[in-house]
């Protein structure tokens, strides 16, 4: 089956310890990306990538990291968490520039 | 700049009602559009897409949209609404350079109640 897969699906942590969310797709996917889920705001993009080795900032990259070292596998990391990132992330995948995205199920963080 | 509205924050049709989201976009280039549907606890799941051509699409799930450029519109339509509509409706519109995009911008979301 077809999907975009992160991990975790829901994920409490401290202020400053290290955490990364996985992303992995197994569509061979050229185009990833990640979002964040605010109420009120929508969904707003943090990091993409083109391709392996190819990463973008976004609309709010302040406070993440991102790598893309194999096709498939587009990890977020946050160095150090804040209570201001607290929310709902999803990461997607495209075939190109012009297909549309696939969404994973979301990974709900809390930071305290 | 870029942006995207949904005027509706919240919506509650009756069962078996018509419905319509609205949805305008700022966009300068010809827009790549998109309505994407949110159930409870689950992801995004696409409900259709314009790029091009045919102005009115259809979509799964027995939506349908129309885009219309000189109202820098895109609503969603269902001429009758089922309780399992019940969810969040999000519309994008893909940017970041002409003949594609690397983003989706994102309206604020509707949120669709069904009474029985």
Redesign the interface.
């Known amino acids: 089956e077809a999907q ?1 897969t992160q991990n975790p699906r829901y994920l409490i942590t401290v202020t400053g310890k290290k955490l990364t969310v996985t992303c992995s797709q197994n569509m061979n996917h050229e ?1 990833m ?1 990640w ?1 964040r889920q605010d109420p ?6 943090i990091y ?1 990538s ?1 391709n392996v080795e190819v990463t ?1 900032k ?2 709010v990259p302040e406070g993440y990291k991102v790598s893309r070292k194999e096709k498939r596998n587009f990890p977020l990391i946050l160095e150090s968490p804040s209570p201001n990132q607290t929310s709902l992330y ?1 990461c ?1 995948s495209s075939s ?3 297909r ?7 990974t709900r963080l809390t930071v305290v | 700049a870029q942006s995207v509205t949904q005027p509706d924050i919240h919506i509650t049709v009756s069962e078996g009602a018509s419905l319509e989201l609205r949805c305008n976009y700022s966009y300068g280039a010809t827009p790549y559009l998109f309505w994407y549907v949110q159930s409870p606890g689950q992801g995004l799941q696409l409900l259709l897409k314009y790029f091009s051509g045919d102005t009115l699409v259809q979509g799964i799930k027995g939506f349908e949209a129309e885009f219309k450029r000189s109202q820098s519109s895109f609503n969603l339509r269902k001429p009758s609404v089922h309780w399992s509509d019940a969810a969040e409706y999000f519309c994008a519109v893909g940017a970041g350079f002409s003949g594609g995009y690397n983003k989706l911008i994102f309206g604020a979301g509707t949120r669709l109640a069904v009474h029985p």
């Not at chain 1, 009120?40 to 993009?45: E, H, V």
């Not at chain 1, 549309?100 to 979301?106: K, L, P, R, S």
Request: aromatic share 22%; net charge negative.
């Open positions: 975009v185009y990306s979002y009120g705001l929508g969904l707003r993009q993409y083109m973008d976004g609309d999803f997607a190109d520039s012009q549309e995205a696939f969404f994973g199920q979301g």
